[in-house]
């Protein structure tokens, strides 16, 4: 019997690669949304400050090569793609090229462990309309389901918190809090997908893993005009509210709702949270992202099978493994001011 897929295609959200990129970059992200330009000046100074570029480009190709690597030696036989929401490579190009490389049916891999508009269902209208601009010629794509609870991203992470734990003085790992982090989405879109309950559940289970008997989770990188609400709380207010306890000497961050170590981890966390650590007395230690991982990266074959060959789903939890098609109503929301990336 055929396979009845020929391709894999990463979709991620883009970002800038030199100073030249970074308005143009976010012009695109805010086109639409009702956000200051002040605001977008002030996020183009968290691109310079790192020379105008995103590791988000070159950690997905890195994904993408170690894809092909894996999937070259273990199959199933797909082509890896990668196409951005945002900046290049754009999905509309990326789905040609797949076209024209004669790619009929494709699964797509989407950057985020996470259910909700952003990361799930603006990214499966970002595909229609590059189908339709191509027309006939364009290749299908189907989702991957979100991966939360796998194995093959719970495993990874609980190494890299227990990789930062281990920085600390072994007489106060017990006592350091560990905090998980996760980009904060509008209440109202939080209302409308698994977002809140999934972050909850992964962190979960990676303290479970850790044998953590207490955590937090807080929410970072914030957009939005300020009487929109979004989820709280702001990590930063963790930070401050640890401090004013009085108990606290050590922290772990841990972005569990992250799978690279791109701009907003390099600016909200790294800069940001850590001066303010610093301002406070806290001893700071961030986790690294999963990235590329070999147990993440041979995860993402193991949904790819799942599909292809009817391959066993696993998942930790109680939650089970989420649905390969996505309902009509999965993930609703209408944008209109501000976009979590910004």
Aim: some cysteine; glycine content about 10%; hydrophobic content about 40%.
């Amino acid at each position: 019997m055929a396979q009845p897929y020929d391709a894999v295609l990463i979709v991620s959200f883009g970002g800038p690669e030199g100073p030249d990129d970074v308005l143009p970059f976010l012009e695109n992200v805010l086109r639409g949304r009702n956000v200051p330009r002040q605001r977008m000046l002030e996020v183009a100074e968290h691109y310079y400050r790192f020379g105008g570029i995103s590791p988000l480009n070159a950690q997905n190709r890195a994904l993408a090569a170690a894809l092909g690597a894996e999937l070259a030696t273990h199959g199933p036989a797909l082509r890896v793609y990668w196409g951005n929401r945002n900046w290049p490579p754009f999905l509309a190009n990326t789905l040609a090229e797949m076209a024209r490389d004669g790619v009929r049916r494709a699964l797509g891999f989407f950057t985020s462990a996470y259910s909700s508009y952003s990361s799930c269902r603006q990214y499966r209208e970002d595909i229609e309309r590059a189908q339709q601009a191509l027309g006939p010629a364009a290749p299908q794509v189907e989702k991957l389901r979100a991966f939360y609870n796998h194995p093959g991203f719970i495993g990874p992470m609980i190494e890299r918190a227990e990789a930062a734990l281990i920085q600390l003085p072994g007489e106060r790992r017990s006592s350091a809090t560990v905090i998980y982090t996760a980009h904060s989405i509008p209440l109202a879109m939080a209302g409308t997908c698994g977002y809140v309950a999934q972050l909850q559940e992964a962190a979960r289970l990676v303290s479970q893993g850790l044998a953590l008997t207490g955590y937090r989770l807080a929410y970072q990188s914030r957009s939005g005009p300020p009487g929109q609400p979004w989820l709280e709380p702001n990590i930063k207010n963790v930070l401050r509210q640890l401090h004013a306890g009085g108990e606290v000497r050590d922290v772990v961050i841990v972005p569990i709702g992250f799978l690279s170590d791109h701009i907003e981890i390099l600016f909200d966390l790294d800069t940001e949270a850590r001066q303010l650590c610093e301002q406070l007395g806290l001893n700071m230690i961030r986790a690294q992202t999963v990235g590329s991982h070999p147990d993440f990266v041979r995860m993402i074959r193991e949904l790819l099978e799942e599909r292809v060959a009817g391959a066993p789903k696993r998942a930790l939890g109680e939650f089970g493994p989420s649905h390969d098609v996505c309902p009509a109503d999965c993930c609703l929301y209408s944008p209109t001011q501000g976009e979590p990336g910004v």
